[in-house]
Every structure is written in structure tokens, then in C-alpha cells.
């Protein structure tokens, strides 16, 4: 099973970025997914995170501006960043916890993280 991000980069505060985590192999179910953040010298922090059936939850630094959402029939969950400020420069990282096919086991796994920079 791989977790594959993508859509990091630079932009200026005020901008927008859109990350999507795409989950693939030997799947059976993708259960609750979520997005987390580190920034240098700083732990790694829960930024959003969204189950199944579509119920949201965010870290109080990005309510309002960050918007989680997942296509179920893709195994994809996107992360729509808003109003980005320079704070919010970090290395994010897809989580999902899901179901294996063969074996039929649950399991949590990681993407590999990608780098988005707010900077003027």
C-alpha cells in the first residue's frame, strides 16, 4: 500500500495550494484519512482529518481557511489551503487508516510528505 502526495510548493501569504494523497494497492476499505504537518524544529501536528462518511474535523490554526475533503471511489483526499499564511510553512503528510486486502488486516500508513512554503 502507498500513500502518494502531491501538489506542495512556494506561494505567497494570501495564496492558495491544493494538496492530494492518493492511496493505492492492495486495498480493501479506506477508513479515516487526515492530513499533518511538521515544521522544522517543531512536532508533528494534526491539521485536518475526515472519516469515511465525510464527517470533518480541523486544528484551530487552519479553521475557516483549510477545507479537507475525499473522492471514496478515487482513495483520494485533497486538502484546499486558503489565505495561506507564513506560519503554515511545513512539511505535510497524508495519513490513512485502512483495510488490506490480502491479507484482510487493518492498517495505518504515511505518505512521504510534501513541502509547502508560504514566503513573500
Known amino acids: 500500500v502507498q500513500l502518494v502526495e502531491s501538489g506542495g510548493g512556494l506561494v505567497q501569504p494570501g495564496g492558495s495550494l491544493r494538496l492530494s494523497c492518493a492511496a493505492s494497492g492492495s486495498i480493501f476499505t479506506v477508513n479515516a484519512m487526515g492530513w499533518y504537518r511538521q515544521a522544522p524544529g517543531k512536532q508533528r501536528e494534526l491539521v485536518a482529518a475526515?472519516?469515511?462518511?465525510?464527517?470533518?474535523s480541523y486544528a484551530d490554526s487552519v479553521k475557516g481557511r483549510f477545507t479537507i475533503s475525499r473522492d471514496n471511489a478515487k482513495n483520494t483526499v485533497y486538502l484546499q489551503m486558503n489565505s495561506l499564511k507564513p506560519e503554515d510553512t511545513a512539511v505535510y503528510y497524508c495519513?490513512?487508516?485502512?483495510?488490506?486486502?490480502?491479507?484482510?488486516?487493518?492498517?495505518?500508513?504515511w505518505g512521504q510528505g510534501t513541502q509547502v512554503t508560504v514566503s513573500s
Open positions: 475526515i472519516s469515511s462518511g465525510g464527517s470533518t
Open positions: 495519513n490513512a487508516d485502512l483495510t488490506t486486502r490480502v491479507p484482510l488486516r487493518p492498517m495505518n500508513a
